[in-house]
C-alpha cells in the first residue's frame, strides 16, 4: 500500500493507492493548515482505506517547487514515517503530478505548461510534451516575462489570466496522480528533498559582535 501526499500548495492533499487504483484520497478545505491537516488527513485516508501503519509498504511525497514551510511539513513527515516503518520514501516534482493528470484526463491538445502560484507575484513553470513529459523547468519567473497563449494548468492562469488566457485543469496537484504516476513509473523518482528554487524567507541574522 503506498500512501502519497503533497504539501506544495495551499492546500494538503493525501491518497493510498494498493497497487492497481487509488482506494481513497482527502484533500484539506482550509488554506495554509499543512502542520494542522497533514496528519488528520493521513489517519482518516488510512481509517476509510481500513489499513494501518504497517500495511504501508511505500511512501511518495510531493517536492514542490513550493514554499518553505509548506514542503517542510510534507517531506519532514514522509521522511520520520519512512525511518519509523523501514520503507522507501519517494519524492516527486509537484508540477510533474500536474502534469500527469493534464495528459491523463485528456485535458490538453498536444505541449502545454504548468504554473504554480510562487508568491512575490512569481510563478514557478515547467513546460511539458503530450505524454507529460517535462521539457524545461521548473524554473521561477514573473508571468509577464513568460506571457503566452499556450495552454496552461496549475494556479497560474487563474492568478494571471492576462499572462495564461488559455488556462486548464487541473489547478493544483493531486496526491492520486502522485501515487498512479510512482506505482506506474510514469513520473522521475526524486530524492526525498525539497524542491525550493529560491532561499526561505527566514533566513538567519548576521552573528553578534562580542561587547568588549
Do not use: N
Request: hydrophobic share 45%.
Amino acid at each position: 500500500m503506498l500512501l502519497a501526499f503533497d504539501t506544495a500548495t495551499p492546500l494538503v492533499t493525501v491518497a493510498l493507492h494498493d497497487g492497481e487504483r487509488v482506494v481513497v484520497e482527502h484533500s484539506s478545505e482550509q488554506p495554509m493548515k499543512h502542520g494542522e491537516h497533514l496528519a488528520p488527513l493521513i489517519a482518516r485516508a488510512m481509517e476509510d482505506a481500513g489499513v494501518v501503519r504497517q500495511d504501508l509498504t511505500a511512501i511518495a511525497v510531493g517536492v514542490g517547487p513550493g514554499p518553505f514551510t509548506g514542503l517542510r511539513v510534507g517531506i519532514v513527515t514522509a521522511r520520520t514515517l519512512g525511518f519509523v516503518l523501514e520503507i522507501p520514501v519517494y519524492g516527486v516534482c509537484s508540477l510533474d503530478a500536474v502534469a500527469l493528470e493534464v495528459v491523463g484526463t485528456g485535458a490538453a491538445s498536444g505541449s502545454f505548461l504548468v504554473a504554480t502560484d510562487a508568491r512575490r507575484k512569481e510563478v514557478y513553470l515547467a513546460s511539458y510534451d503530450a505524454d507529460a513529459r517535462r521539457l524545461e523547468g521548473p524554473v521561477v519567473t514573473r508571468p509577464a516575462e513568460v506571457a503566452t497563449t499556450a495552454q496552461v494548468a496549475g494556479a497560474g492562469p487563474a492568478l494571471y489570466p492576462d499572462a495564461f488566457p488559455h488556462a486548464i485543469a487541473p489547478d493544483r496537484p493531486s496526491a492520486a496522480w502522485i501515487a498512479s504516476g510512482v506505482v506506474g513509473e510514469l513520473v522521475d523518482l526524486l530524492d526525498p528533498e525539497p524542491l525550493y528554487l529560491r532561499r526561505p524567507d527566514a533566513v538567519a541574522g548576521a552573528p553578534r559582535k562580542p561587547v568588549s
